[in-house]
């Protein structure tokens, strides 16, 4: 539980709408430009928390320089409760103009189911093989429901 201070010095909870304000400060703070991401670990639990608990399907790419310091967090695509379309053309396009070397996908599952669908499989196996071209490597990519998934981790960017 979370305490305020009133003028009289009176601590009260504080309310949910301040909390979640403050939580979102901090996580866009963790995900500033020159941010550096030390782990899979600390990538999922940031871009976690950022999509968790959307009520529509939100694809977002988290792009990264050569050290994996943050160049940007971008939400590229919103689709409603069970579909985003993903164009990998503005995909490409943003790696190009924020000069990327890698990026981390994530989008959200509004059920709450973790699992990747084929064609989050496949999507994902798509931009792999465009971003190649380009020399912009897919370190992970996860999918947030009531907890992640990762790809790298299950072994699905090989």
Same mark, same amino acid.
């Given at each position: &539980?979370? @305490? ?5 010095? +009176?601590? *009260? !909870? ?9 939580? /979102? ?50 939400? &590229?695509? @919103? ?5 985003? +379309?993903? *164009? !990998? ?9 924020? /000069? ?59």
């Amino acid at each position: &539980m979370l @305490f305020i201070q009133d003028q009289d010095g +009176t601590y *009260h !909870p504080a309310p949910k709408k301040l909390v979640l304000t403050e939580a /979102n400060r901090l996580v866009g703070y963790q995900l500033r430009r020159g941010s550096l991401i030390l782990s899979s670990d600390c990538a999922k639990k940031v871009i976690g928390y950022k999509l968790h608990g959307r009520q529509n399907e939100v694809f977002a790419c988290l792009f990264l320089d050569s050290q994996h310091r943050i160049l940007a967090f971008k939400e &590229m695509f @919103f689709g409603t409760i069970n579909h985003t +379309t993903v *164009h !990998p053309r503005e995909i490409l396009k943003e790696a190009l103009l924020q /000069n990327a070397v890698a990026v981390i996908f994530a989008h959200n599952h509004p059920s709450g189911n973790i699992q990747p669908s084929n064609q989050d499989i496949e999507l994902t196996n798509t931009l792999k093989e465009i971003l190649k071209v380009i020399d912009v490597r897919i370190l992970d990519h996860f999918v947030i429901g009531e907890d992640t998934f990762s790809f790298a981790d299950n072994g699905l960017l090989n």
